[in-house]
């Protein structure tokens, strides 16, 4: 990528947004919020804890950047299923800056709604609380709706709209071929966390990694994706403008 010397990034930027005005832009953009650890080591911090902490405000800025730019939803994938099996002392630290990061988006001036995305009865208590607490404070707003992915899987995900989709068929009576027959895509679909949200047009991951990692399986099987070597803590608008400059490029198919 061309060297821009730091003074000229706020022409540049401007130079995007208005490059981007009237073209296609994502109603849905999800994050792979990556590279936390290690941005902290590689600028020199003992503490990776530090990458964390940065990498959490980087979250309140993204989603305004979302409310400037007309983006309605907005995921972002902060907690596997996975990471809830890390050392005690780092998953403490994990579930406390994430819930600040709720606690943020949930007073935010930009009227937020909050909405937590995950098996939340993994959660600590004290998390799963927070997460709770903010999405009933900001059930009523208009703003961006921010979907905080903790305690997440997507594999588990599917599972649970399957098993919840079969109880509540059999509890009225459906068994047998008519249960087999019931189960499609478009019932399941209202059985998933984000149930009654449009699907992700664009995914992004920072950090250089170039997979899924088993996030939104389900409902990025037509999802625009866009990878970035930049670390999250350091993913600036320029790169997010960037990103909505690729997507409006790009000819979705949507598996045709």
Known sequence: MTYIPKVLYPIYEANLARQLKDLPRPKHVAIMADGNRRWARENGFTDVSHGHRVGAKKIA???NWCDELGINTVTVYLLSTENLRREPEELD???QI???VADELGHAKANFQVRPVGHLELLPAQ???KMEENSELTRGNNGVRVNIAV???GRQEIVDAVQSLVAEKQKHGVHGRELVESITAEALGNYLYTKGQPDPDLVIRTSGEQRLSGFLLWQSAYSEIWF???YWPAFRKTDFLRALRD??????RFGL
């Open 151 to 153: 305690g997440y899987g």
């Open 228 to 230: 970035t070597d930049t």
């Open 247 to 252: 997507f409006s490029q790009r000819h979705r």
């Open 127 to 129: 998390l799963r609380r």
């Open 61 to 63: 800025e993204m989603c």
């Open 93 to 95: 630290l994990l579930c």
């Open 98 to 100: 994430i819930g600040d």
